[in-house]
């Protein structure tokens, strides 16, 4: 994909080259700067592809995805990797918040075998469903962390033997194309803040991309160990009983379980309240129109992003065929209050960073007043949700536990955060997609300072 964006760069320019009727006809047309080829400006089809390139970089190239389910055809694959595109771009906190868990979960898994030769390479196999359960010569069930552990512990399964090196061929990500992404992101940020030193104009599409950029750094870093596109597990045999009658480990599923319910470990009570935030936190989606299969479909999403606990047929112990893939988001959860803290915090953190880039836009040359507005308003929104809801996160649960009536304080807690649930989540959504239809919308009236080329730029290579 990557080679085929190439050759288009660099045949722009026989396509710019065939002018239209009209164009040929007033010569005048050809002085405008959006299709101006002078050497030190740059047109709106260069300041266009060079955007669109690098959020193809970031949310394309850069995604790291869990092995699809066997015999997937081709356009599903494609699919599922149009949708991970789609969330980071719509959702890269949680994209980033998906990449930290996997890339944790590795480092336990790493930690747990290292006896035994694994590293982190292998904790993400593991992770993404590198292993396939066979008994004989039958697939049986994709395996899970906690079903490897059952499996040793009862001497069941002989242990998986093969190399980090094993595992780096079966992916498609090479040294090369790593490169390419890091020097990519790291140009377009570059020219950026180059841009701004110098006093040229910034586009706000430019902006908004830098802020994909700046985020792509983080989920390059938690995914660097990470395989990428791999389309056939390794086979982990299990080994017949030595005792049939031995019934302490039941191989088989006993009685059934939802895929998307949650083991949260929790008391009925809490487990109900956890469900009304959950609820709250969706019903926005559903106010603003979506489609219910839509609605729906992104209910299910989320929960497998959000939630802290390993869904049932992830946990449980027994074979059943259907599970033959881990979820698309799946990772190992770790059960610690401060690591969903923590958890939060990244979260938040992310949001504040990204929402921070768009508010450098704040003095920006905009086509009109009322869109300049537009865009600060919009940017204080998508920076001010996760601060109050990174500040709501760290504050309550210090007040409830050093105050005598944490009940009062709850119930203040519970009311912040319907009101950020109500409130704050459809503004935010709202403001997300504003900001980037208005970066698309301001290309119609730049200013001739938007035009000027930053000369070394020009020597770096880049797409």
């Not at 740059?42 to 949310?59: A, G, K, M, N, Y």
């Not at 890339?103 to 390479?121: E, F, P």
């Amino acid at each position: 994909m990557l080679l085929l964006l190439g050759a288009i760069y660099f045949l722009q320019p026989y396509i710019l080259a065939a002018p239209t009727l009209s164009a040929a006809s007033d010569p005048s047309l050809l002085s405008s700067p959006s299709i101006c080829t002078c050497p030190n400006e740059r047109s709106i089809w260069e300041i266009i592809w060079s955007c669109l390139v690098t959020i193809f970089v970031c949310s394309w190239v850069a995604i790291h995805p869990n092995i699809a389910p066997p015999k997937a055809n081709w356009w599903r694959v494609n699919l599922r990797k149009l949708e991970y595109m789609t969330w980071t771009i719509i959702a890269p906190e949680l994209i980033i918040l998906w990449a930290a868990r996997q890339w944790y979960g590795a480092r336990k898994i790493a930690q747990k075998y290292g006896d035994r030769g694994w590293t982190k390479v292998h904790g993400h196999f593991l992770q993404m469903g590198g292993f396939m359960l066979f008994e004989g010569n039958k697939a049986q069930r994709v395996l899970s962390h906690s079903l490897l552990d059952k499996l040793l512990q009862q001497g069941r399964i002989q242990f998986p033997e093969i190399t980090e090196e094993e595992i780096q061929d079966r992916s498609k990500n090479s040294g090369l194309s790593k490169l390419l992404v890091i020097v990519q992101t790291s140009w377009f940020v570059l020219q950026i803040i180059t841009r701004k030193i110098e006093g040229l104009a910034i586009t706000e599409l430019e902006l908004a991309t830098a802020g994909f950029a700046s985020l792509n750094f983080l989920i390059y870093l938690f995914w660097w160990d990470k395989p990428i596109d791999v389309s056939v597990p390794v086979p982990a045999f299990l080994m017949e009983s030595e005792n049939e009658s031995d019934n302490s480990y039941d191989l088989w599923r006993s009685n059934t379980s939802d895929s998307g319910s949650l083991s949260s470990g929790l008391s009925s009570d809490e487990e109900d309240n956890l469900d009304l935030m959950v609820e709250l936190l969706y019903l926005p989606l559903h106010i603003i129109c979506l489609p219910r299969s839509l609605f729906l479909f992104m209910k299910r999403r989320l929960h497998q992003i959000t939630r802290t606990e390993e869904s049932k047929e992830m946990k449980d112990t027994s074979v059943n065929h259907e599970f033959l893939a881990v979820p698309m988001f799946y990772s190992i959860r770790i059960q610690s209050d401060k690591y969903v803290e923590l958890e939060a915090f990244l979260v938040c953190l992310t949001g504040i960073i990204f929402g921070g880039i768009h508010c450098v836009g704040w003095f920006l040359s905009f086509p009109s007043l009322v869109e300049l507005w537009i865009w600060r308003i919009g940017a204080l929104v998508i920076v001010a949700f996760p601060m109050v809801l990174l500040l709501s996160i760290q504050i309550f649960p210090t007040l409830e536990n050093n105050c005598f009536d944490s009940k009062i304080i709850r119930q203040i807690s519970n009311g912040v955060s319907a009101i950020l649930a109500f409130v704050g989540l459809p503004l935010y959504v709202v403001a997300r997609v504003t900001l980037l239809v208005e970066a698309f919308v301001a290309l119609r009236h730049l200013p001739d300072a938007a035009y000027a080329t930053v000369k070394w730029t020009s020597l770096l290579p880049h797409i």
